[in-house]
């Protein structure tokens, strides 16, 4: 199972930028031909939302419709990494943020909907965003 550790959480002023990273251990970017990737949020009182997310058959990148415009998910197989930039950050937006993947692209944009988990799981960046 895919190992991953995010970073770059932190707090900022509303209308402010971050730019979330997921490191995944080993080669797995480049092994994997069939992916979901994903970054999800969870804050209290609130359910767990996929974010945005990344799947092997399609180029389109999923965002939900709160982040849309706003943040951007990228990936660089070479090094393994995922990135989330995050623009215009809102209070709203604050919470746990997670790196997650599976290795297979079904039903990813579904799982993203639903809030549902994927089978990898980073320990979370915390992200606190001020008025």
């Known amino acids: 199972q895919v190992q991953l550790v995010e970073s770059g959480g932190g707090s900022v002023q509303a209308g402010g930028s971050l730019r979330l990273s997921c490191a995944a251990s080993g080669d797995v970017w480049s092994r994997w031909y069939s992916y979901c990737l994903a970054w999800y949020r969870e804050a209290p009182g609130k359910e767990r939302e996929g974010v945005a997310g990344?799947?092997?058959?399609?180029?389109?990148?999923y965002y939900d419709y709160n982040v849309k415009g706003r943040f951007n998910m990228s990936m660089d197989k070479e090094k393994n990494m995922l990135y989330l930039q995050m623009n215009d950050l809102k209070p709203e937006d604050s919470g746990m943020y997670y790196c997650a993947a599976e290795n297979n692209f079904w039903d990813c944009w579904s799982h993203l909907v639903r809030g549902e988990a994927l089978d990898g799981w980073g320990q979370g960046t915390q992200v606190t965003v001020t008025v």
């Open positions: 990344m799947a092997s058959n399609t180029r389109e990148i």
